[in-house]
């Protein structure tokens, strides 16, 4: 059960940042179209990779986000792709803002919830 969470939870994610990223692309100038889809993907994968390297060097292991002995966590972990999808409403009010840094956070969180979904794959 706490692998098909915690992918379950990644694979949430991967959908709202998906959601979050077109709607900020829909609403941006087009030369910044390309610039917010390399800052929601780079930071992703970037997140999980230094994240990745940063643990390593202090000889620790990533652990899922959701554990089956603590179900407070399910609710916890919720609030990941929640907010992620609330943001995506943010550049459908206001489509004149910039919403990189948006982007990147969720970008982070959605590194999160892979990183939990690998680490409990391999537990």
Do not use: C
């Amino acid at each position: 059960m706490n692998r098909n969470v915690n992918v379950l939870l990644a694979i949430t994610s991967v959908l709202a940042l998906t959601l979050v990223t077109a709607s900020a692309i829909v609403s941006a100038r087009p030369e910044q179209a390309p610039i917010y889809l390399g800052a929601s993907l780079f930071s992703a994968l970037g997140f999980m990779l230094l994240n990745g390297l940063w643990m390593h060097s202090r000889k620790r292991k990533p652990k899922p986000l959701i554990d089956r002995h603590a179900p407070v966590t399910v609710i916890m972990a919720m609030v990941f792709p929640l907010a992620i999808i609330l943001s995506a409403v943010l550049p459908l009010i206001a489509p004149a803002g910039d919403y990189g840094l948006m982007l990147i956070m969720a970008g982070i969180w959605t590194g999160l919830t892979l990183q939990s979904a690998r680490a409990a794959l391999k537990s």
